[in-house]
C-alpha cells in the first residue's frame, strides 16, 4: 500500500463547477500539507500549505485537512478552463529542508469552457 | 529572475551511456533536489542538498550520483544508463521561514528533462 493515494482521475467538469480532489493516507504522523498545481510538460508549482488540521482558503481554493480520518481535500469553487491540470497532493512528517515530500500520483483535471 | 532551470529538456540515450543533467537557480536558496516522476508513481525524490557541497539519498537513489559544488548549481548523473531511468527528472530548489504553525518550505520546480534510454 502506497502512503499516499490519490485517485487518478480524469475527472471532467464543466466552466463555474466545484472541483473537489481529495487524498488519504497511511502514516498518521504527517503534520505538512500540501498541494502542487502542474500544467502538460511543466514542473510542479506549490497551491497551497497547511499544517495540522483545519481549513486554509486562498482566493477560489479552499484546502482541507482531516487528521483523524487521514484525508486531505483540496476545493476549486468557480473553476475555469485555465485551473485544467494534473493537481498532486505532497505531505511530510516536519517542515524544512531535510525532511521529505511524499507526493501522491496526481489526479488530472479537465474543465470544459 | 529565471527561476530554477533545467539543462538538458529532452535526450535520447543508450543503454550504458552517461550523462549529466544540469540544475540552475539563481533564488539563493539553500536546499535543492532531483526527482523523477513515472506514470502511476507521483514524484519520488533521488537526491538532495541542504546546503554547498553537501548531498544526501532519497527514496531511490540507485544508479544515480549528484554534486553540488556550487550553491546555485546542482548536478545530477547518470554513470550507466538503463531503460529503467527512462523518466521525466525535474530539479528543485526551496528555502524555510519559521511561522506560528510551524515550518513552511516552499519548494520550486524547474521545467524538467525528458530522458529516453534506449
Known amino acids: 500500500q502506497k502512503e499516499v493515494e490519490q485517485d487518478p482521475g480524469p475527472l471532467s467538469v464543466p466552466e463555474g463547477a466545484i472541483v473537489s480532489l481529495n487524498c488519504t493516507y497511511s502514516?498518521?504522523?504527517?503534520?505538512?500539507f500540501m498541494w502542487y498545481r502542474q500544467y502538460s510538460r511543466k514542473g510542479p508549482e506549490l497551491l497551497m500549505y497547511t499544517y495540522s488540521s483545519g481549513n486554509k482558503e486562498d482566493g477560489r481554493f479552499t484546502a482541507q485537512v482531516d487528521k483523524s480520518s487521514k484525508y486531505i481535500s483540496l476545493f476549486i469553487r468557480d473553476s475555469q478552463p485555465s485551473d485544467s491540470a494534473t493537481y498532486l497532493c505532497?505531505?511530510?512528517?516536519?517542515?524544512?529542508?531535510?525532511?521529505?515530500?511524499?507526493f501522491g500520483t496526481g489526479t488530472l483535471l479537465a474543465v470544459q469552457p | 529572475n529565471a527561476g530554477v532551470t533545467q539543462t538538458p529538456k529532452f535526450r535520447v540515450l543508450k543503454t550504458g551511456q552517461s550523462m549529466t543533467l544540469l540544475c540552475a537557480q539563481d533564488?539563493?536558496?539553500?536546499?535543492m533536489y532531483w526527482y523523477r516522476q513515472d506514470p502511476g508513481m507521483g514524484l519520488r525524490l533521488i537526491h538532495y542538498s541542504v546546503g554547498e557541497g553537501t548531498t544526501a539519498k532519497g527514496e531511490v537513489p540507485d544508479g544515480y550520483n549528484v554534486s553540488r559544488l556550487k550553491k546555485q548549481n546542482f548536478l545530477l548523473g547518470l554513470e550507466s544508463a538503463a531503460p529503467s531511468q527512462t523518466s521525466v527528472y525535474f530539479c528543485?530548489?526551496?528555502?524555510?521561514?519559521?511561522w506560528g504553525g510551524g515550518i513552511q518550505e516552499t519548494q520550486y520546480f524547474g521545467p524538467g528533462t525528458r530522458l529516453l534510454v534506449l
Open positions: 505532497a505531505m511530510s512528517l516536519y517542515g524544512g529542508a531535510t525532511n521529505k515530500l511524499i
Open positions: 528543485a530548489s526551496s528555502y524555510a521561514i519559521l
Open positions: 502514516n498518521s504522523a504527517f503534520q505538512y
Open positions: 533564488m539563493n536558496h539553500e536546499y
